[in-house]
């Protein structure tokens, strides 16, 4: 356990270093901007609207800015946006494995005795935290700015929305570790983390399929904060996904062999 304890040391200080904690942080900002920001001035941009264009003029525009703002309409920019993440999650691992079987820097962590299923848990622990800094400070951020102007968010929907958009980060990150693995070459292993999330977006529009993937775990997540019924219980989602993360590890552990092999 101590040498996988300085191992996870070593990919969150890399994950620092490499400016990908910044990255997230960056990213975060912008989903907050796209969200609770736009929420909080929404009568401002109406009123600016009128003042440069003629109702006439507007058109049906101006029906997405005719409400009272509120913590459905920020979840609903904040969903809108959400790829900003997850494809972040994808970008930023994609690199972490190819680029040291590619440079030869990972052979001197394969002769120390940790197993390869440590190594992968360890990247897989530095993108994930890394990943969960851009998610979590927004979800915090979001739950200063309803309880100041809009009231206190129901605390059991708002957290476990949240605890599933950590989990789908997480396997997205578990994607990017396997799509690492299975080749050296970050090109084709962006491409091939590409067309996971490319599939897995394909799959979640066909009816009962989403369900047993992870566009599922998404797709709860914002039945939860807009309040809407759903099929399953959450706990389906998180069982699911669950299963999903191990395997996904497993598999980029299996691919990691076979590149000695």
Request: aromatic share 12%; with cysteine.
């Amino acid at each position: 356990m101590e040498h996988f304890g300085l191992l996870v040391r070593k990919e969150l200080m890399f994950q620092w270093r490499t400016g990908r904690i910044v990255l997230f942080l960056l990213l975060g900002a912008v989903l907050l901007q796209s969200s609770a920001v736009v929420e909080i001035f929404l009568p401002s941009l109406m009123s600016l609207m009128l003042k440069l264009e003629s109702l006439e003029k507007i058109g049906p525009t101006i029906m997405m800015f005719d409400r009272e703002p509120s913590l459905l309409g920020a979840m609903q920019g904040y969903y809108k946006n959400f790829l900003f993440l997850s494809l972040g999650t994808i970008l930023a691992g994609v690199g972490s494995v190819a680029g040291e079987l590619r440079d030869g820097t990972l052979a001197t962590m394969l002769v120390r005795p940790v197993s390869r299923l440590q190594i992968v848990m360890a990247k897989w622990i530095g993108l994930t935290c890394t990943a969960w800094i851009g998610l979590f400070s927004t979800g915090a951020a979001i739950f200063v700015i309803s309880s100041v102007f809009w009231g206190i968010p129901a605390i059991g929907p708002f957290v476990l929305a949240f605890v599933l958009l950590a989990l789908f980060l997480a396997i997205y990150a578990a994607i990017a570790i396997l799509a690492s693995s299975l080749s050296s070459n970050v090109s084709v292993a962006t491409g091939i983390g590409l067309a996971c999330v490319l599939l897995n977006n394909i799959l979640g529009f066909v009816p009962y399929v989403s369900a047993w993937i992870p566009d599922g775990c998404y797709k709860m997540a914002t039945h939860l904060s807009f309040g809407t019924p759903t099929q399953y219980a959450p706990v389906w989602s998180l069982v699911v996904n669950g299963l999903w993360l191990v395997v996904l590890l497993y598999a980029a552990q299996y691919a990691l062999q076979r590149k000695e092999a």
